[in-house]
T-cell receptor, first 114, second 112 residues
């Protein structure tokens, strides 16, 4: 079974530029999560989708971050404009359904804002 | 609000046992988890325990749960150099949907 795919693996941008990350979850997984992991910290939830609907985006900085999950499969996370403090690893995870206990994580996209 | 707390570093010698401790926030969390993260890699689920259990054993891993103190521990027997990684404790608080809340991680260093 293929895992959660993310691209790109690495991205370096200047502050005030925009950037987009892509995630392809495990086939059949209804729930998709985006997490932000700042160096030295644990992952923090940004947004959770159930199929193509948003379940929780309470910690998403909506003035600069946006995410969508068209057709309930792939998802993109965008930052516009980026700030220095957005430098982090962005992790995508998926699980079968909302009550499922195991979330599978992708390798992440490491973003550096200079 | 409260955070999931973990000690930041642990150093052991190969063959010894490692014990990583965690204090979580919500006494009604149904599941508690241990994830492993190797350099440059995503998070890998190691094991989880249901809240009505006190202990769970899986090969070299033993998880102990003390609900009264909201304390979770992970014991790795016969620690190997390949166990060197960051270990994250995580919970799903009952009132907060289904997303994982992670601690800051414990870096385990195993020397030969």
């Amino acid at each position: 079974e293929a895992g959660v795919a993310q691209s790109p693996r690495y991205k370096i941008i200047e502050k005030r530029q925009s950037v987009a990350f892509w995630c392809n979850p495990i086939s059949g997984h209804a729930t998709l999560y985006w997490y932000q992991q700042i160096l030295g910290q644990g992952p923090k939830l940004l947004i959770q989708f159930q199929n193509n609907g948003v379940v929780d985006d309470s910690q998403l900085p909506k003035d600069r971050f946006s995410a969508e999950r068209l057709k309930g499969v792939d998802s993109t996370l965008k930052i516009q404009p980026a700030k220095l403090e957005d430098s982090a690893v962005y992790l995508c995870a998926s699980s079968l359904w909302e009550a499922n206990t195991e979330a599978f994580f992708g390798q992440g996209t490491r973003l550096t804002v200079v | 609000g409260e955070d999931v707390e973990q000690s930041l570093f642990l150093s052991v010698r190969e063959g010894d046992s490692s014990v990583i401790n965690c204090t979580y926030t919500d006494s009604s969390s149904t599941y508690l988890y241990w994830y492993k993260q190797e350099p440059g890699a995503g998070l890998q689920l190691l094991t989880y325990i249901f809240s009505n259990m006190d202990m769970k054993q899986d090969q070299r891993l033993t998880v102990l749960l003390n609900k009264k103190d909201k304390h979770l521990s992970l014991r790795i027997a016969d620690t190997q150099t390949g166990d060197s990684a960051i270990y994250f404790c995580a919970e799903i608080p009952n009132q907060a949907g289904t997303a994982l809340i992670f601690g800051k991680g414990t870096t385990l260093s195993v020397s030969s």
